[in-house]
Structure formats: C-alpha cells, structure tokens
C-alpha cells in the first residue's frame, strides 16, 4: 500500500507528478519544490502537520498565505483543491482524511 503524504498546505505530495518522478521530496523532504514557502515556514514554526491545525483562522481562506493567486494555479496545475482538503483535514483528522 503506498503511503499517503499530505504537504503543509493541504496538497497530496503522493499524487504529484514532480513527487512521482523524484524532482521533489515534499515539504517534509530535504528536497522540497520550494524551499522558501512562507505556508511551511509557518507550519515549521507553529510545529503544525498542517494549516488545519491552524487556530488563527476559524476559516482557513482567510489566511492569505495560502488562499491567494497561487492557490489558484496549484488547483489548476494539481487539479487538488488544497483549501477543501485542509477543510476536511480540519473535520475528519489527517489520518482519517489519508484513507
């Protein structure tokens, strides 16, 4: 069974092509796509899995880290809505919403 790997900001790493073919580690990994994400940054100092343990926000597309015009393009390009995923990361859990 292969691991589920959910980045910071709600994408499922496992399912992206750059993660597939090696050209990114993940946020987790010592190869991240970007390795000056301001959303990592800020998970890495709240020491959050990820923006739904935010509490800043009672909803998550008001942080502007990660609802913004990238956002955009990553559903676009990922074809992964990372704000509904958060949102139901938020309800279910993370190792819920894996399954």
Known sequence: ???IIVAYCGLICSECGAFK?????GCFGEKPMNKNCKIKRCNVEKKYSTCADCTEFANIKD????NNF????????F????L??????R???LE????
């Open 1 to 3: 069974m292969k691991e």
């Open 21 to 25: 073919k090696g050209r990114c580690k």
């Open 63 to 66: 942080c502007k880290k990660l």
């Open 70 to 77: 990238i956002s955009k393009i990553f559903h676009f390009l």
């Open 79 to 82: 074809k992964s809505n990372r």
């Open 84 to 89: 509904e995923n958060l949102e139901k990361i």
């Open 91 to 93: 309800k279910d859990g």
């Open 96 to 99: 819920k919403f894996k399954e």
